[in-house]
T-cell receptor
Framework: GAVVSQHPSRVICKSGTSVKIECRSL??????MFWYRQFPKQSLMLMAT?????????EQGVEKDKFLINHASLTLSTLTVTSAHPEDSSFYIC???????????FGQGTRLTVV | RKEVEQDPGPFNVPEGATVAFNCTYS??????FFWYRQDCRKEPKLLMS???SGNEDGRFTAQLNRASQYISLLIRDSKLSDSATYLC??????????FGDGTTLTVKP
């Protein structure tokens, strides 16, 4: 089946630094990928839609200058958390659908801890 | 009102019990529907798709009622390994997934 690979799985960084998270579709092309964030004991919340070759679409309340998304190829989307702060500590997960009517395939998630 | 609402839970049941989860969605234009399972600190994994005709996979049965915008999941003969959080997921156009808050199930010996 389709596989989405996300890297790194865990990262600890200092406040003020930037962290890049990669999301790859391994055996299919994904013109659209989605980035979610999940705080403890809460559901996954959509942050942004990553569109290959164009600007990402951000959900209300998500700062586009803080969460930079790049989708430069049909198999790779990256999320960069810039100037990270402790409140950015969360579980970040990407997904890519094969098409609009099928289930999305999720990456393994990245647990970010900002100290 | 949330786009996807689930039973708040938690559900604590003995092994062998039958348990049912309910979910409602507000966007009538929703295209497709799924139940996912999420174990602690892991990514969600697809449990099953949900169709209007109903579908069954072993001990799991899912049902969709488009008129009522209601989705259900029935688990029969619960196993310890069924303990997890179950997420109701609704896809709108272009594959965007909207998640319910999840219902936590704990199956006890």
């Amino acid at each position: 089946g389709a596989v989405v690979s996300q890297h790194p799985s865990r990262v600890i960084c200092k406040s003020g630094t930037s962290v890049k998270i990669e999301c790859r579709s391994l055996d299919f092309q994904a013109t659209t990928m989605f980035w979610y964030r999940q705080f403890p004991k809460q559901s996954l919340m959509l942050m942004a839609t990553s569109n290959e070759g164009s600007k990402a679409t951000y959900e209300q309340g998500v700062e586009k200058d803080k969460f930079l998304i790049n989708h430069a190829s049909l198999t790779l989307s990256t999320l960069t958390v810039t100037s990270a702060h402790p409140e950015d500590s969360s579980f970040y997960i990407c997904s890519a659908p094969l098409d609009r009517d099928t289930e999305a395939f999720f990456g393994q998630g990245t647990r970010l801890t900002v100290v | 009102r949330k786009e996807v609402e689930q039973d708040p839970g938690p559900f604590n049941v003995p092994e062998g019990a039958t348990v049912a989860f309910n979910c409602t969605y507000s966007n009538s234009a929703s295209q497709s529907f799924f139940w996912y399972r999420q174990d602690c600190r892991k990514e969600p994994k697809l449990l099953m798709s949900v169709y209007s005709s109903g579908n069954e996979d072993g001990r799991f049965t899912a049902q969709l009622n488009r008129a009522s915008q209601y989705i259900s999941l029935l688990i029969r003969d619960s196993k310890l390994s069924d303990s997890a959080t179950y997420l109701c997921v609704v896809n709108t156009n272009a594959g965007k997934s909207t998640f319910g808050d999840g219902t936590t199930l704990t199956v006890k010996p």
